[in-house]
């Protein structure tokens, strides 16, 4: 079966850092390309970073640019988000999400994982 | 940075009724858009991607059309299982949300 588990989250003070962890299962991360998408409270979807099947291409958002890091440990077919300086801003869900392999629509999602910044 | 604007935010219908929600583009995707259901509590699910292409497994009463910029996401008779929240998608950007709700 087909499935993306996030672990992780919690609450942490800003300035902090965090790294929330995604397994697969049913399929194999070294072939696929991975996202992060997270959801404030009550708000709407906001793409956070992805990482190509290849490790060739990564990429951040602009308000997460230079805070946190997406990576992969294919042995253990899981995905990581080190989120470092976190601000309360970043509050949210933060969804693991699988891309398609015909477009650039994300087919997989996990449960999410809350990440709540506050002092 | 393309834009992606739904309308409306909130939709108040009636099982049975059509239901059609539209999503603008700030400049021309061609077809390149997705939608997805997000019911509270839980992941969003991918319902339409391509403008038009049903994932597998849901219900045919879902469709997508659109041209370039203007996109519809069109219930044909809603049920009680489709009240949730929408969302449309480009890329990296997603609409704000459309939020059905019952009458």
């Known amino acids: 079966q087909l499935q993306l588990v996030e672990s992780g989250g919690g609450v942490v003070q800003p300035g902090r850092s965090l790294r929330l962890s995604c397994t697969a299962s049913?399929?194999?991360?070294?072939?696929?390309?991975m996202h992060w998408v997270r959801q404030a409270p009550g708000k709407g979807l906001d793409w956070v970073a992805g990482?190509?099947?290849?490790?060739?291409?990564?990429q951040y958002a602009d308000s997460v640019k230079g805070r946190f890091t997406i990576s992969r440990d294919n042995s253990n077919n899981t995905l990581y988000l080190q989120m470092n300086s976190l601000r309360a801003g970043d509050t949210a869900v933060y969804f693991c999400?699988?891309?398609?392999?015909?477009?650039?629509?994300?087919?997989?999602w996990g449960q999410g994982t809350l990440v709540t910044v506050s002092s | 940075d393309n834009q992606m604007t739904q309308s409306p935010s909130t939709l108040s219908a009636s099982v049975g009724d059509r239901v059609i929600i539209t999503c603008r583009a700030s400049?021309?995707?061609?077809?390149?858009l997705a939608w997805y259901q997000q019911k509270p509590g839980k992941a969003p699910k991918l319902l339409i991607y391509?403008?038009?292409t049903l994932q597998s497994g849901v219900p045919l009463r879902f469709s997508g059309s659109g041209t370039g910029t203007e996109f519809n996401l069109t219930i044909s008779s809603l049920q009680p299982d489709d009240f949730a929240t929408y969302f449309c998608?480009?890329?990296?950007?997603f609409g704000q949300g459309t939020r059905v709700e019952m009458k």
């Open positions: 999400v699988r891309r398609t392999t015909w477009g650039y629509y994300f087919d997989l």
């Open positions: 990482l190509s099947y290849d490790g060739t291409i990564i």
């Open positions: 391509h403008m038009s």
């Open positions: 400049q021309s995707i061609s077809t390149w």
């Open positions: 998608q480009n890329y990296h950007v």
């Open positions: 049913g399929f194999s991360l070294s072939s696929s390309t």
